[in-house]
């Protein structure tokens, strides 16, 4: 099992998420990238600048559709959705930064449907950690980290743009 602050190389991750999403993307008209608040609307904007997808860009945050909201309550840094493209019959790269239960990307497809009906939403995440819940695949993943209970993989952006992905120990 990996370590507590154990770093990844986020930048190599990056790229290799980039390869997997531009050949996925091959020959798509109609592309378009929506990043999940707040680690995949980093992702989506970088992909989206190397994709040369930045009139398609947009950003969602699932706070209002997360099947625990009752529960948990309302975070308090939720962000505004930002989709400023018909989402009807366009390919959808929806993007997270770490895929876990599916429960987020659950909630992120319901906001989408909210705006249209897409062709297709292909979902791509720089790290996929297991312990899924609900029957969600990556169709792009730079890495598959396997946790010990209590550990959660936590994406930091610093101040230069650049992405960090360590391991961090849970206390919630």
């Known amino acids: ?85 018909s989402v009807d019959g366009a390919v959808i790269v929806l993007v997270d930064d770490v895929l876990h239960t599916g ?10 449907f909210d705006y249209g009906r897409p062709a297709r939403i292909m979902l791509a995440a720089l790290a996929d950690r297991a312990g899924r819940e609900l029957p969600v695949a990556a169709d792009f993943v730079a890495a598959r980290v396997d946790l010990a209970p209590g550990q959660s993989l936590a994406l930091q952006r610093g101040d230069d743009g650049l992405l960090s992905l360590t391991i961090e120990d849970d206390h919630a």
């Open 1 to 85: 099992m990996p370590t507590p602050h154990q770093q990844f190389d986020a930048e190599a991750l990056y790229r290799d998420l980039l390869s997997q999403v531009r050949s996925g993307l091959e020959g798509v008209s109609d592309a378009a990238i929506v990043g999940i608040h707040s680690g995949g609307a980093w992702l989506a904007r970088r992909l989206a600048l190397d994709l040369g997808l930045e009139a398609r860009l947009g950003s969602i945050d699932v706070s209002f559709y997360r099947d625990d909201y009752a529960r948990k309550g309302l975070h308090p840094d939720v962000k505004p959705t930002h989709i400023g493209f």
């Open 103 to 112: 429960r987020t990307t659950r909630a992120a497809i319901n906001v989408l």
